[in-house]
């Protein structure tokens, strides 16, 4: 399966904890989204990179959350200190070049709960 | 004022009737217009893409646009038991940030 793949599918944290999803673009795709989901919400943008680099990062609250694309391995979305508020379903799309209009691939997401 | 307004439902018609559903946006800058289908559980999936009004088919599918209206539409025909599932709009301005609808919840009874 080439396709976009995140991990964990489920993630469980007590208030306080650390979160760290994981995303693995499809082959070829050099540029990363992340976008949360809450219940009963549409998807809202969170970040955008391309390896090494934070392209967009209007969609993240200020505190707490962080993300990187590093040259190797897969783009981690890093929540610190998790408070109930965060548990949603993260989902993670890839796309091959920066050109506009390109559309977005998604996994299946990893789904947040804070106990 | 949402940037992109689509009505949540749900939406339940019979087996092989004609499905409309429809997005409005406020932002005459977005470019480029997409149709998603998630099912519960699993990731949004690309199911149709344009950028210029007017309509685009694929297969049971036809994507609608209106730039002067602001105003986009997806339609399925015949449809089917397995086009049950939530249905997004996605609307981009051209700097990959894409702007989702709330999502249309389509239950398709046999």
């Known amino acids: 399966n080439a396709g976009v793949m995140q991990n964990p599918r489920h993630l469980v944290r007590r208030r306080g904890q650390e979160a760290r999803l994981r995303c693995s673009p499809m082959?070829?795709?050099?540029?990363v989204y992340w976008y949360r989901q809450l219940p009963e919400e549409g998807l809202k943008f969170m970040v955008y990179?391309?390896?090494?680099?934070?392209?967009?990062e209007s969609g993240m609250p200020k505190e707490r959350f962080s993300a990187e694309f590093p040259k190797e391995g897969p783009s981690i979305l890093r929540i610190q200190q998790v408070v109930r508020g965060d548990s949603a379903a993260y989902f993670c799309?890839?796309?091959?070049?920066?050109?506009?209009?390109?559309?977005?691939?998604f996994g299946d997401g990893t789904r947040l709960s804070i106990l | 004022q949402k940037e992109v307004e689509q009505d949540p439902g749900p939406l339940s018609v019979p087996e092989g009737a004609i499905v409309s559903l429809n997005c409005t946006y406020s932002?005459?800058?977005?470019?480029?217009f997409m149709w998603y289908r998630q099912y519960s559980r699993k990731g949004p999936e690309l199911l149709m893409y344009?950028?210029?009004?007017g309509n685009k088919e694929d297969g049971r599918f036809t994507a609608q646009v209106d730039k002067s209206s602001k105003y986009i539409s997806l339609f399925i025909r015949d449809s089917q038991p397995s086009d049950s599932a939530t249905y997004l709009c996605?609307?981009?301005?051209?700097?990959?940030?894409?702007?989702f609808g709330q999502g249309t919840r389509l239950t398709i009874n046999p």
């Open positions: 799309a890839s796309s091959p070049t920066s050109d506009s209009g390109q559309p977005q691939h």
């Open positions: 082959k070829g795709h050099s540029h």
């Open positions: 990179l391309q390896k090494e680099n934070i392209i967009d």
């Open positions: 344009t950028y210029s009004s």
């Open positions: 932002n005459s800058a977005f470019q480029y």
């Open positions: 996605a609307l981009m301005k051209g700097a990959q940030k894409l702007v």
